[in-house]
């Protein structure tokens, strides 16, 4: 038998590190979360055992045997199934009392009345065009987006309506262009963007395999993904998350910092002259891998 469930019990221990006041208005609270696989699973999982009272989850994947070095909802008994659908089922076995509303590929379309009603979003997704979607759209409706960057280690960023959108901060060719036209070859050069940026902020290229970055940065290979980094990674989402419903005044803020649990050090993006001077050696670097691809 499945034991009564109460919502006062269930958080029991969380006060202390809030007040009642502060649980009531987690449970009160409402996020959207796009994507629900690695980052956005795990961010998903510490909301939702922390008390958050309900959410809008958007997926069109099916779990595959791949997620389940890092997924913390994939397993055996759900690859095949709809990840919204076995992260619904899973998720009700935390707070069966949890409001959900569930969306498939057409979340893209729905994004006026999501983000009319959903001012706190997490992103989970790789999807480069539909990031754009949702960063224009947040601006336009006011709303919050969480989101990551495409790192070997752990990050985070937090991006208000009146911060600049991840295209214009990176200096993506996409400005003025439909998300919907995007071409693969403006996707990889808007992932070049992001990995220099990257490259040049925080050490990260020393914690990672250079032929498989090549890889990644040239579309040969999926992202990496490891386990401690991703759900590292969606348990701090979940700390700013927490943060923005509570009021906490420090948030990561637009540009975000990486957590380098290798060296036990927190790395904030460079200063504008230093990085600036970073910039040319990183570029010249990634100019190199790719001529050696050319060569290959």
């Known amino acids: 038998m499945i034991p009564p469930f109460s919502y006062e019990e269930f958080t029991t221990r969380n006060i202390g590190f809030v007040t009642d006041a502060e649980q009531q208005q987690l449970r009160n609270a409402r996020v959207l979360i796009c994507g629900v696989g690695g980052m956005g699973g795990a961010c998903l999982q510490a909301l939702a055992r922390v008390g958050i009272g309900g959410f809008a989850l958007a997926d069109f994947d099916a779990f595959d045997v791949s997620n389940l ?17 076995a992260t619904v089922a899973q998720i009700r076995r935390i707070n069966p009392e949890l409001a959900i509303e569930t969306f498939g590929a057409e979340w893209t379309d729905r994004l006026d009345d999501l983000l009319g009603r959903y001012k706190i979003v ?43 959108r991840p295209e214009e901060r990176l200096s993506y060719p996409t400005a003025g262009i439909d998300w919907k036209s995007l071409t693969p070859e403006l996707r990889q050069e808007c992932l070049g963007k992001e990995l220099e940026y990257v490259m040049v902020n925080s050490s990260s290229v020393r914690h990672v395999e250079l032929g498989i970055a090549k890889d990644l940065l040239t579309g040969k290979r999926k992202r990496m993904s490891f386990a401690p980094m991703v759900i590292t990674t969606g348990n701090l989402m979940a700390f700013e998350v927490i943060k923005l419903v509570l009021g906490r005044r420090r948030l990561a803020g637009v ?26 050696l990183v570029r010249r670097f990634m100019a190199r891998l790719m001529r050696d691809e050319d060569c290959a």
């Open 122 to 164: 997490v992103n989970g997704m790789d999807d480069m065009a539909a990031g754009l979607a949702l960063y224009r759209k947040a601006r336009e409706h006011g709303a919050t987006v969480i989101d990551a960057y495409t790192a070997p280690l752990p990050s985070v960023t937090v991006v208000r309506p009146q911060d600049p």
């Open 69 to 85: 070095n890092r997924q913390v909802f994939a397993s055996l008994d759900t690859v095949g199934v709809n990840k919204v659908e």
């Open 255 to 280: 540009r975000g910092y990486f957590f380098n649990p290798w060296t036990m050090r927190v790395e904030t993006p460079r200063n504008a002259l230093t990085a600036w001077a970073v910039r040319a």
